[in-house]
């Protein structure tokens, strides 16, 4: 089946720091992609639409300065944390639906958990 | 109007019990409802899925039952497994493309 992988699956930064997390479709192309932030214990939030070769779409109340989204191809799109603070600290997870046909199944990534000290 | 409502918050049941997680939206738009099982620490995964021109789907132990006109819908886990026990999200979307609204989650435990 249609895998999405992300990566790093954990990483710890210093604040004031930026992080970048990847976000592939492996076997198929996505030129929607989206990413979640994910609360211990809480429902997924979505933070923004992916857009390929174009701006991507921010939800209400989501910092677009701070978190940078690149969906530079149609298999690849990238969020940066950047000036990280602890309160940065979460699981972020990406997701991709496969395009075309009766496709409609969302793939998400294994997550990322960013930890800020 | 984009909110989905999850219930229950959490669920306990015994081996091989049947577990019932109900979800209800408002807007009659959407048109696609997916549920996701989430293990700790991992991204969630697709269980089952269904669109409003169906009121039943079954896959192996896990049915949705679907109520347009309650703008309602439900899963069903058969024979409840210890292996089952995870964090189960309904979701709902627009269309083949867009995001997906997710409700607030359900902590299954299934006990031996």
Redesign the interface.
């Given at each position: 089946g249609a895998v999405v992988s992300q990566h790093p699956s954990r990483v710890i930064c210093k604040s004031g720091t930026s992080v970048k997390i990847e976000c592939r479709s492996l076997d198929f192309q996505a030129t929607t992609m989206f990413w979640y932030r994910q609360f211990p214990k809480k429902s997924l939030m979505l933070m923004a639409t992916s857009n390929e070769g174009s701006k991507a779409t921010y939800e209400q109340g989501v910092e677009k300065d701070k978190f940078l989204i690149n969906h530079a191809s149609l298999t690849l799109s990238t969020l940066t944390v950047t000036s990280a603070h602890p309160e940065d600290s979460s699981f972020y997870i990406c997701s991709a639906r496969r395009p075309g046909g009766g496709g409609t199944e969302a793939f998400f990534g294994q997550g990322t958990r960013l930890t800020v000290v | 109007q984009q909110q989905v409502k999850q219930s229950p918050q959490s669920l306990i049941v015994q081996k091989g019990g049947i577990s019932i997680i109900n979800c209800a939206y408002e807007n009659t738009a959407f048109d696609?409802f997916?549920w996701?099982q989430q293990f700790p620490?991992?991204?969630?995964?697709?269980l089952i899925?269904i669109r409003p021109d169906v009121s039943e789907k079954k896959e192996g132990r896990f049915t949705i039952s679907f109520n347009k006109s309650a703008k309602q819908f439900s899963l069903h886990i058969m024979d409840s497994q210890p292996g089952d026990s995870a964090?189960y999200?309904c979701a709902a979307?627009i269309g083949?493309?867009d995001?997906?609204?997710?409700?607030?989650?359900t902590?299954l435990q299934v006990f031996p």
């Open positions: - | 696609y997916p996701y620490g991992k991204g969630p995964a697709l899925a964090t999200f979307s083949n493309t995001k997906l609204i997710f409700g607030t989650g902590r």
